[in-house]
């Protein structure tokens, strides 16, 4: 019966043991419960781009910093693999300041809207909250996604961000 009990229990055990394993990567999906990530290939404008304090401590005076309203811009250009570029131009005090990230766009698990960014660890992205309506296209990175010196102290501060484009 010993004999028995250890064959049954062994397998058990091992099949528990590979179904709970913590270590399955995540899916990056081209699909989400929406749209496909192709569905967002070609060239975007930014209509609206704005960032909000959502850092911790003192809020800052001003809280917030509205790119388009200022005189800046923003192009996104996604291929059909989820490869993009963002380039903006943020006018400051006066000045601009060229900015460029890049990176991929999945759906992990086929439900969440995540950005491998090339600057940021491998596996590590970054979630953003996605709408795709008709030619109009919304991210909002309800976490602090960004940092922005709002107030001029020379100290950035985290930053949430909301940017809506236009398919050009």
Do not use: H
Not at 32 to 43: F, S
Request: some cysteine; overall charge negative.
């Amino acid at each position: 019966m010993k004999t028995l009990s250890k064959i049954l229990i062994a397998p058990l055990f091992a099949f528990f043991l590979l179904s709970c394993s913590s270590s399955d990567p995540d899916v990056k999906a081209d699909c989400g419960p929406n749209y496909c990530v192709a569905d967002l290939q070609g060239t975007w404008d930014a209509t609206e781009y704005t960032l909000t304090f959502c850092g911790t401590g003192e809020v800052p005076n001003p809280s917030s910093f509205d790119v388009i309203a200022e005189g800046g811009s923003a192009t996104l250009v996604v291929q059909a693999n989820g490869r993009f570029t963002l380039s903006a131009m943020i006018m400051f005090d006066g000045q601009s300041y060229p900015e460029s990230v890049t990176g991929k766009i999945y759906f992990e698990d086929g439900e969440f809207f995540a950005i491998q960014f090339d600057d940021d660890e491998p596996d590590d992205p970054t979630y953003f909250g996605d709408t795709l309506s008709g030619n109009t296209f919304s991210l909002n990175g309800g976490s602090v996604v960004a940092e922005w010196d709002f107030d001029g102290d020379e100290i950035d501060e985290g930053a949430c961000l909301r940017i809506t484009f236009v398919k050009t």
